[in-house]
């Protein structure tokens, strides 16, 4: 019977060491990292010794916030991938960095001299007490001599007075060390934001022929991830391009930081979905604006041909002749929009950090571009520098802030929208002090003249500029000619000294060649 239950046993464990795949865990740190504008593609490479038969190989330590159907597993070719899974571990934290795991251990080491002090305090407060209360009952048990009183008194002022000084001293102490640990307490906020926050694994089950040393690819998507361009344009000459310094700003909040990755920073969009869209039929029609009367309620609406809503005025159909068209919206797609990728040069090591960005530098270069000094006088006496960049679709140029830079001064900041459909880029570098414009009135030429019911009024006005550079310019001045829109008030422009008029809007268009300390 023995003999039985012993083999028996033996039959029931011995299918189990048959079924069992050995388990390799192998730790992983990101290498490569593609960011897009919303999201990234984390890449790792990792190297391990095969056994032959089926094996399971566990990669721990990643990210949580992981697209699974993104996951990509890459062979070296010394192994057959047969299942590729992921999970969330709630029992293993991510691991902490090396500075985080710094600060952790100073803020223990702050918190046990508290506890310490506090320690220290609480027998000293008792101490306190004890004196008080012995100072109190000496003398009503028994008469004291003056000598003893003497000496009682002299050891009581003399222990409460050290025990005092000392718990001042430690509270103080207590206080040091409560803001020093708010300090840590508030760096640790800016370099780690996975304290107890779970990890991601990938399981990856494979098939060897032969034991040898192999590598695994792996990568995967996260919307955790962006970056955002900035520029640096500078202006150093009338005559010189554009100076350009290319900027990234990379927020990610991944629980994981990049430390020392190769990076690159791409413009795709990945939002679109992989499956194409389909083509609806396109119905075109036309809108009308409505206007409904009903007593001295007037309500507003649009209806098409299909409908079968009539206008009415007071109940009474209207004709279809007092219907105003009202065009349909369009929108458009900026044609010139094309996906780029940038490679940074450098290692780059990035914090896990949902509140703060990482600026990177991924480029310098110029801008061929024209200039052209535009003023309005009448609105402000201010001369304006504008950088006019033609064929500015060929140029690495994403929509963005830019810094500007006029010469050696930072003069502030412009929006940069490449989606738009003009030729040309306008950039305004602000104003320039070198170069002045004034608009007065010239007394000579204007009058007021009352003949019968007509007024006839003269208004001349001189306008001056002058360049103060030591290079020559090329400058736009604007004004206007008022406009009449009633047919008892008629404009006459008399001079205009070879602007440009623009009848529809007014418009005064001077265009100026200016020679250094011209007026």
């Known amino acids: 019977m023995k003999k039985l239950f012993f083999i028996g046993i033996i039959f029931l464990i011995f299918p189990l060491f048959i079924g069992a795949q050995p388990e390799k865990v192998v730790p992983s740190a990101v290498k490569k990292v593609i960011v897009y504008p919303f999201g990234a593609q984390m890449e790792s490479e990792v190297t391990f010794p ?39 571990d709630y029992l293993n934290d991510l691991d902490k960095g090396a500075e985080t795991k710094k600060l952790l251990d100073q803020i223990d080491e702050l918190n046990n001299k508290i506890e310490d002090e506090q320690l220290a305090l609480k027998i000293i407060r008792e101490k306190i007490d004890f004196l008080n209360v012995n100072r109190q009952i000496s003398g009503k048990t028994e008469s004291v001599s003056a000598e003893t009183f003497k000496n009682m008194n002299q050891i009581y002022a003399t222990n409460y007075e050290n025990l005092n000084l000392d718990a001042l001293k430690r509270e103080r102490k207590i206080q040091e060390y409560n803001e020093e640990l708010d300090k840590l307490n508030a760096q640790l906020e800016t370099v780690s934001t996975h304290i107890g926050i779970p990890s991601g694994t990938i399981v990856v089950t494979i098939d060897v022929d032969q034991p040898k040393t192999a590598k695994m690819k792996f990568s995967y998507f996260t919307w955790a991830a962006s970056w955002t361009p900035t520029y640096d344009i500078r202006f150093t000459g ?20 990049w430390n020392n990755v190769e990076l690159a920073l791409s413009t795709a969009k990945t939002q679109i979905s992989a499956q194409i869209p389909y083509l609806n039929p396109y119905f075109l029609e036309y809108q009308y604006d409505v206007i409904e009367v009903m007593g001295n309620n007037v ?13 009415t005025t007071g109940g009474i159909p209207a004709s279809y002749d007092d219907i105003s068209f009202k065009p349909a919206t369009t929108s458009f797609t900026s044609s010139t929009e094309t996906i780029k990728e940038y490679k ?17 530098t991924y480029g310098e270069g110029t801008l061929k571009a024209s200039y052209d000094y535009r003023s309005i006088p009448k609105l402000s006496e201010n001369v304006f520098l504008i950088a006019q960049i033609s064929d500015w679709g060929d140029a690495d140029l994403n929509s963005g802030i830019a810094k500007l830079y006029l010469e050696n001064s930072y003069v502030g900041k412009s929006n940069i929208n490449t989606q738009q459909f003009t030729d040309t880029l306008d950039i305004s570098f602000g104003v320039d002090n070198n170069v002045n414009i004034k608009r007065e009135k010239v007394t000579t030429f204007s009058e007021k003249v009352l003949a019968g019911s007509t007024i006839k009024e003269t208004i001349g006005y001189k306008i001056t500029i002058r360049n103060n550079k030591s290079y020559a310019i090329t400058t736009s001045v604007y004004d206007q000619i008022p406009i009449s829109v009633d047919e008892n008030i008629k404009v006459e422009m008399i001079e205009i000294s070879e602007g440009q008029h623009d009848k529809e809007t007014g418009k005064v268009t001077w265009k100026l060649d200016l020679k250094p300390n011209e007026t």
């Open 344 to 360: 940074v040069s450098n290692l780059q090591s990035i914090p896990s950090n949902p509140s703060n960005f990482t600026s990177v």
């Open 238 to 257: 009338f005559d010189k391009p554009l100076e350009v310094t290319y900027f990234a700003n990379v927020r990610q909040y991944t629980d994981i930081n």
């Open 50 to 88: 095969l056994q032959k038969g089926q094996m399971r190989i566990k990669l721990p330590g990643l990210t949580t916030a992981i697209n699974e159907e993104s996951i990509r597993i890459i062979s070296d070719g010394n192994f057959t991938i047969l299942n590729v899974q992921y999970s969330v």
């Open 299 to 311: 309500s507003k609406g649009y209806f098409n041909f299909e409908d079968s809503i009539v206008p």
